[in-house]
């Protein structure tokens, strides 16, 4: 299947509640969007310990709405085409009737842990004992693009539908220091095969001759100056690449917004959604200094030519879900 017209039609929410709506059986008061939170057979209560969790992914999806409506208008309601690749980042739990895209860099690891366990895929309750390799391995979960059109056509409809996201500049730190920065790791060796070699050798001038073997000393310049190269084809990775690529988060409307900075608490309301109590997503290491904390010492080598190019990359993530660059550099580049 090469592409299919109408995608958007078939697959935007809004399409479908303003369809209902013809036929008086939805509206859109506050009451309803607290119903929307209510499962046959559990009801949610707006107090509690999850309140503010579960406010705040109301008001995340409300907040994403109004963005994509805001930044495209109708463009993306009618007359869309798609590949259906577009959708080969996002899992489907046909268990707890849930799609969860995931986001490299953003959590992704151990939210796939956790649906192992939630979904049986694994025997015991820690996320932890599962190799990430495992987690990430090709057969464990089922991708919305191996679906049938009608398939699709209803799980967008009917399903939840999570996405966890970070700020980008900090999810491009964690991907740099974690692929191309970290020495003797699996996954680092990888990266710096494919792309340290070839970035050494493309912007590093007198380059040595054990660097360009390596591929394992890219500076954070050096690898901004790369993903940044509008004259170049071959720079893209998904551990990189904008969240609006990867998830399409203006044709789907997922009504579970999670946030890096309140990942576990959003992740304790999405699972009781779920009805899932076998398993806890894991807290973050105490013991381990948080990239936000490192932004300054990197994204201050950086030019403002390199730092433009960068917000323009990352342009519609910054918008769409509220994310500013002054948080990360202390100053607007407007």
């Not at 917004?257 to 699972?271: G, H, Q, R």
């Not at 300054?296 to 730092?307: E, G």
């Amino acid at each position: 299947m090469t592409g299919c017209r109408v995608w958007g039609v078939l697959i935007l929410f809004n399409a479908w509640v303003s369809a209902v709506n013809e036929i008086g059986e939805r509206t859109s008061t506050d009451d309803e969007r607290k119903r929307s939170f209510e499962t046959e057979g559990s009801v949610y209560s707006w107090t509690g310990p999850n309140a503010l969790a579960r406010s705040a992914l109301v008001e995340r999806q409300e907040r994403l709405q109004y963005n994509c409506e805001e930044l495209f208008g109708e463009k993306n309601s009618r007359d869309v085409d798609l590949d259906p690749e577009s959708f080969r980042n996002i899992l489907v739990d046909e268990q707890h009737e849930l799609l969860y895209c995931y986001v490299p860099k953003v959590a992704c690891t151990n939210w796939k842990r956790v649906l192992m366990i939630a979904t049986g895929k694994w025997p015991g309750n820690d996320p932890m004992e599962i190799p990430a390799d495992q987690a990430h391995s090709q057969g464990t979960f089922q991708r919305l693009s191996n679906y049938t059109l009608p398939e699709i056509e209803r799980m967008l409809v009917t399903y939840d539908k999570l996405i966890v996201v970070r700020h980008p500049l900090e999810r491009l730190l964690s991907a740099y220091r974690n692929k191309l920065e970290a020495k003797h790791e699996k996954s680092s060796r990888y990266f710096q095969t494919r792309f340290g070699k070839k970035i050494i050798r493309r912007y590093r001038r007198n380059a040595t001759e054990q660097s360009m073997a390596n591929g394992d000393d890219v500076s954070f310049r050096e690898f901004v100056e790369f993903i940044t190269d509008d004259s170049a084809n071959d720079t893209t990775n998904e551990h990189w690449k904008p969240i609006y690529e990867l998830c399409q988060p203006c044709l789907i409307n997922y009504n579970l917004v999670s946030k890096y900075e309140s990942l576990v608490e959003d992740a304790t309301e999405v699972l009781e959604r779920m009805g899932v109590d076998s398993v806890n997503f894991p807290a973050k290491p105490a013991s381990s200094e948080p990239t936000a904390k490192k932004l300054d010492r990197y994204y201050s080598t950086l030019t403002y030519k390199q730092l433009r190019k960068l917000a323009n990359l990352y342009k519609l993530d910054l918008k769409l879900f509220d994310y500013s660059l002054e948080d990360v550099l202390g100053f607007s580049l407007a």
